[in-house]
């Protein structure tokens, strides 16, 4: 059986040392044949170099290079085009998803599961974005078409056919929780404390927090357009109620104030959709590589 750990690394200059002692400790007696594939996502550190470096001096570290900063999902796509393994490990570069665990969760993956997901307990995260957390998967469980489970990420190890099915999936707006999701097989837990990173910083502002769970919501289902679609109705209803018990000019107002936010909702729904929709239809590839280390052998995956 042999084991392809997939990390993404986006300004990890201080990391990638650390993340190599640590993985060559965790597996050391454990796992014999593996290979570690750093995908550099256009750091503009000298993450490279340190890549490169390690390669050098150990073949079982790989990198590929991105042309530049292309983000985590298309980071972790690429290495898993990459990855030969019949079985792939997915963790980051900060040590946020410590490599001790890889053991366990081969354990559990070999008893039968597809999937092995470490979950992460949400002490030490800030208290706004634990709470943003909440109630996003609140909502999730809700609307979505495939069931998302809080403080499940994208620490986990996956068959080779589930990481097929995933290779399968073309979209660009990569939304990996859901993707993992509907892909399916049995899928298997262990739970962890979460560790705070070890070096540099994280890259999720509130922005960037906010755009990938809107690309989450939009990505996996149409409901969305449906509450729009009723909210549009109650709105124009309450417009029209309050056009009938107000006087005069207020009449008008009223009126004009419940459509004018109810077109602006709906125009934003809307919007989300079809700029998806654009995104898809160019078909522009997920990334596009600078450099990689040399493989030995054919590789598996073909760059698109
Ligand atoms: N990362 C990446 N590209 C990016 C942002 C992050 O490859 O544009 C990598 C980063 O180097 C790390 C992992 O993705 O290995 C998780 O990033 P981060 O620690 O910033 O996220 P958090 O742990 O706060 O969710
Ligand atoms: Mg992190």
Known sequence: MYLSMVVPCFNEEHGVQRLYDALVEALAGEVRDYEVILVDDGSTDRTLCEARRLSEHDPRFRYVSLSRNFGKESAVLCGLRHARGNRVALLDADLQHPPRLLPRMLVLLDTGYDQVVARRSRSGDTAWRTALSRTYYRLARRWLDVSLRDGAGDFRVLSRRAVDALLSLPEHHRFSKGLFAWIGFD???????????????????????????????????????????????????????????????????????????????????????????????????????????PVPGPPRAVEQ
């Open 187 to 293: 899928t298997g837990y262990v739970t962890y404390r979460n560790v705070p990173r070890q070096t540099g910083e994280s890259r999720w502002r509130l922005s960037a927090l906010v755009d990938h769970g809107i690309d989450g919501l939009v990505s996996f289902n149409d409901a969305p357009l449906r509450p729009a679609l009723v909210l549009g109705l109650l709105t124009t209803g309450l417009g029209c109620v309050a056009g009938a018990v107000v006087r005069g000019r207020n009449r008008w107002a009223a009126g004009l104030f419940g459509l004018g936010g109810v077109q602006v909702f709906l125009l934003g729904v809307l919007g989300e959709y079809v700029g998806r929709a654009c995104a898809e239809a160019r078909r522009r590839p997920h990334y596009v590589v600078k450099e990689s280390s």
